[in-house]
């Protein structure tokens, strides 16, 4: 066990000691993605009915294989100025996430302000083009102190704090950036409809370095996103959900598509405000099968997710993956109950 141990280490020393200057880093991500829509898609703030949506998640990932990945986030946003044109109208939110991974302790500490305007098309107002906006700041940084070095291995042991890489390293960063998208969302009756979105985010493609060295030059890669979600009653209470996510950024590249069950056991009258459970199930592509599950009732909609590794790392990982616990309130405007005024398919 003990050179098992000790072969990781040197192993993770000659990784960063090889890769430390030209790394970039990867954005943040959620299985239960539809609760945290204004990360995937800024275009998304205030895509719902009612007055105000509130939304949290947590994500614990890869602890039986090192440090866990710990993720969490949290959002507000809803209408800020209505009947623009017509029923058109201007939404705005905040997002704040925090991540952090592995042994260094790099942590990721990001908020974000987003505005979005919806612009309602169709004689049945049953289509709604929607064009967000969204920027943000963002700090990370990682303890020095417990990393190991190339450098450091001496007679068959660490001395962790000699390391010549020290001197050119800060350990903390941080920058701005720019995050942009539309959507495009249509009942095609009152039993189906469908939201469609593209994103682009880190769009200024922000400086990233711990290296102070000025001449380095590490952008975070920008990360272009698509989306399509469908809602689909097959009978007065049962509906089904899929959806399919896809996000690319610098090298790395990630499909998501499943579906959920969706049970209405309360009073099906006004669907998106009755007590409802679910259940689906979903694929991430080359990296885990997930599950997830939950209630909703009188607005709030809780759920729980469970991702089964299947990639490379699943003889490392015994195939357990990452553990996200999600809510999500939505406060409803009386009003759009008496006029019908419905978000078409507000799938995310």
């Known amino acids: 066990m003990i050179r098992k141990n000790l072969f990781g280490r040197v192993s993770l020393a000659v990784a960063l000691a090889a890769t430390f200057q030209t790394v970039q880093a990867q954005d943040i991500h959620f299985t239960q993605f539809t609760a945290s829509p204004l990360i995937v898609n800024p275009a998304f703030t205030g895509n719902f009915s009612g ?84 920027g943000g700041y963002t700090q990370k940084s990682f303890d020095l102190s417990k990393f190991y070095f190339s450098d450091e291995f001496n007679n068959g042991q660490f001395d962790q704090g000699t390391s010549a890489v020290y001197p050119g390293l800060n350990n903390r960063t941080s920058y701005f950036t720019i995050n942009a998208g539309v959507s495009w969302a249509h009942s095609i009756n009152e039993n189906i409809g469908y939201a469609i979105g593209l994103g682009a985010n880190n769009i200024n493609t922000p400086f990233e370095s711990f290296d102070k060295n000025p001449k380095a030059d590490v952008g975070l890669g920008m990360r272009y996103t698509g989306q399509i979600g469908a809602i689909a009653y097959v009978s007065e209470k049962l509906s089904l959900r899929p959806a399919v996510l896809y996000q690319s950024q610098s090298t790395a590249n990630e499909i998501v598509a499943g579906n959920e ?51 490379d790392l699943r003889p490392a990982s015994n195939g357990l993956g990452g553990f996200e616990i999600s809510i999500v309130y939505v406060a409803p405007d009386p009003l759009d109950f008496a006029r019908k005024l419905i978000y078409p398919c507000s799938r995310f």
Do not use: C
């Open 51 to 134: 007055k105000l949506r509130a939304a949290a998640i947590y994500r614990d990932q890869w602890r039986s294989v090192t440090v866990p990945f710990v993720t969490y986030a949290a959002s507000i946003d809803a209408p800020i100025v209505n009947d623009l044109s017509h029923d058109d109208y201007l939404a705005a939110g905040l997002q704040l996430y925090n991540d952090r991974a592995g042994d260094g302790n790099l942590q990721n500490l990001s908020a974000l302000a987003s505005v979005a305007y919806h612009k309602f098309l169709g004689a049945k107002i049953d289509k709604v083009i929607s064009v967000g906006f969204q």
């Open 261 to 311: 069950f969706h049970l209405i056991i309360g009073n099906p009258e006004i669907r998106s405000f009755t007590t409802a459970v679910f259940l689906g199930g979903w694929y991430r592509a080359q990296d885990a099968i997930m599950v997830n599950a939950g209630l909703e009732y009188k607005g709030v909609r809780f759920g729980l997710s469970y991702d089964y590794n299947n990639s």
